[in-house]
């Protein structure tokens, strides 16, 4: 038989790791897809070798809570994707959002999150967190200052998201990586609009990367993942002693359709990149539109980091219409291509309108204080023409 392909080669290019990392054909089928195995139970040749695994001194899945063959490919390939020693593959972004916030904090601790965290995190921390007598404050992650002013003798972490959502605002992660290591905190962000294609944040000094892989990772709307990615020791920990307990792993049938969905990764993120540049610039020359949030536009005021910190802009585009609420509203229902939706970074053009939808919660008067102008349109530009993205949008413009 011809010798397996080589796991992982670092002198490959980022499309090719996409594609080979971690996965080569199956020994004895030699079956180039990968396999879906939804086993839950697996057989040991004795007693030692089965507590080797579980105590993950050897490699090997033991039980379908704790991830399976399909999952640990996965898990594999996007630890190398990402750069991480390893990664833990688990249910969905929030699941791993809150294993890893569980992993560093018990009753009585205190994090420090950026403020325009996503909704979910905002949630977690405000509902459950409270609940078991976490502490958190929420800041503004651009001023090192307002971190620092925040950091307490019980802060166990310091949680950032770049670009945020919907206002796609970055952070330094370099600079904020500075401070967590003098203070001795893991540094956590939030990958999920970038996906390691376009931003790896262990380079600027992150410890731990979280992504939604529901979003661009898997490509296609038809499934809900998560990551965590980090050293060894502490991904081991997690899937030991938060995972398991709350026993949200990924399961196979998902992490095979993850899988298929990489493959094509660059080729999307590539697409999605160039559609939202255009499709900024078309929006930034609009009567109707007061402003365009996009990191890719010289007129973003970060538009330097972005290029520092990023290898391309991404594909979600926020814009600003003239109007209130209403006319938010009125814009998004009147587009034809675009679909309204909570989510992103499908094949599809989707919009949402925060201040009627994903921040429907906050009183009128109060969204500007949470950075939410109300005629604020979030979009996460699809695969589709480029030209009929904006063709689309401009039939909805004039309807103004
Ligand atoms: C969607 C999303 C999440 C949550 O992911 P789920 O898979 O829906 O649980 C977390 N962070 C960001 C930035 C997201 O967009």
Redesign the pocket.
């Known amino acids: 038989m011809r010798e397996r392909m080589i796991m992982v080669n670092k002198d490959w290019k980022f499309s090719t790791k996409t594609i080979h990392n971690a996965q080569g054909p199956e020994e004895g089928n030699r079956a180039i897809s990968q396999p879906i195995i939804p086993a839950v139970a697996y057989a040991f040749d004795n007693a030692e070798e089965a507590v080797q695994v579980v105590n993950g001194e050897g490699e090997g899945t033991f039980y379908g809570r704790f991830g399976n063959p399909t999952s640990r490919t996965l898990e594999q390939k996007i630890a190398s994707l990402e750069g991480t020693e390893d990664a833990l593959g688990v249910s ?4 791993a ?1 809150s294993i890893a916030l569980l992993n560093y904090l018990k009753s009585g601790d205190h994090v420090v999150v950026t403020k325009d965290v ?1 909704g ?2 905002h949630k977690f921390l405000t509902n459950l967190g409270e609940r078991v007598g976490i502490e958190y404050d929420f800041v503004d992650c651009n001023e090192l200052a307002a971190i620092e002013e925040k950091i307490k003798e019980n802060t166990k972490a310091i949680y950032i ?1 770049t670009p945020s ?1 919907p206002s796609l605002t970055l952070i330094d992660i370099e600079a904020v990586s500075k401070l967590t290591k003098e203070r001795g905190l893991p540094l956590i962000i ?1 990958n ?2 970038m996906t390691p294609y376009l931003q790896r944040p262990t380079e600027f000094g992150a410890d731990i990367v ?1 992504h ?4 661009y990772l898997n490509g296609h709307g038809d499934a ?3 990551f965590v990615c980090g050293d060894k020791e502490t991904i081991q920990h997690m899937r030991q002693n938060v995972m398991g307990d709350l026993g949200q792993p990924l399961n196979a049938w998902e992490s095979y359709l993850i899988l298929r969905g990489l493959k094509t990764l660059t080729l999307r993120v590539d697409q999605h990149c160039s559609n939202a540049q255009k499709v900024a610039k078309f929006l930034e020359s609009q009567d109707q539109v007061k402003r365009v949030y996009y990191p890719g536009l010289a007129s973003h005021p970060q538009h330097e980091l972005a290029k520092r910190q990023m290898d391309q802009m991404g594909g979600i585009v926020s814009f600003e219409i003239k109007g209130g609420v209403e006319a938010g509203k009125q814009f998004i229902s009147d587009l034809k291509l675009a679909m309204i939706s909570f ?2 970074g499908d094949p599809e053009t989707l919009v949402q309108h925060p201040a009627s939808m994903t921040h429907s919660s906050i009183p009128e008067e109060e969204l500007a204080d949470f950075g939410i102008p109300k005629g604020l349109i979030r979009l996460s530009t699809g695969l589709e023409d480029a030209g009929d993205i904006i063709k689309d949008l401009e039939q909805a413009l004039k309807k103004l």
């Open positions: 969905s972004g929030m699941a959002i996503y979910g995190t998201e959502n939030d999920t609009f979280i939604s892989a529901t979003k809900i993942a998560g989510s992103l």
